[in-house]
């Protein structure tokens, strides 16, 4: 659940487990229209018959599918200042493609805390531990120290 607190307590929580997102299916329509995206139409992503010739068995989400699913999945999961406008993507430290995710999977992020730094007045840089699991699989497909900006209104 996302949770909102004082921006004087946002330190309180470094270090802790934030929780993890629902569940979200990774189906093939998902994989193609990733692909017609990003023009990244390479056969083990959207041909299932010369997929399923290869180790993986069946088609497999790209990688950058599963990162980028990151926000959608972070909006159930964490903490963010009180009167926030707004959250900006701000890169990654660290990011492992562990396990590919096949098609029909189900997969959901699981939340760590790292660090906040507070780089102006009212813009917050979080730093958190994301992993990108599969469901039944004990390895994750992702793991990332991914970072974000928070923005918080003025207060006159």
Request: net charge negative.
């Amino acid at each position: 659940m996302l949770k909102t607190v004082p921006a004087a307590e946002l330190s309180n929580y470094v270090g802790q487990e934030l929780g993890s997102s629902d569940w979200l299916l990774i189906d093939q329509q998902r994989i193609n229209d990733f692909a017609d995206t990003t023009l990244d139409s390479q056969f083990i992503h959207v041909d299932p018959e010369k997929a399923a010739q290869t180790p993986f068995g069946s088609t497999i989400a790209h990688g950058f599918l599963s990162l980028s699913m990151i926000p959608h999945l972070s909006e159930s999961v964490g903490i963010v200042p009180e009167n926030i406008v707004m959250g900006i993507n701000y890169g990654c430290d660290k990011l492992r493609f562990l396990q590919p995710v096949a098609v029909d999977s189900e997969i959901r992020l699981h939340s760590k805390l790292l660090e906040v730094t507070e780089k102006n007045p009212g813009q917050f840089l979080f730093k958190n531990e994301i992993t990108i699991e599969i469901r039944g699989q004990d390895k994750p497909a992702l793991v990332a120290e991914w970072l974000t900006m928070m923005v918080t209104a003025n207060e006159q």
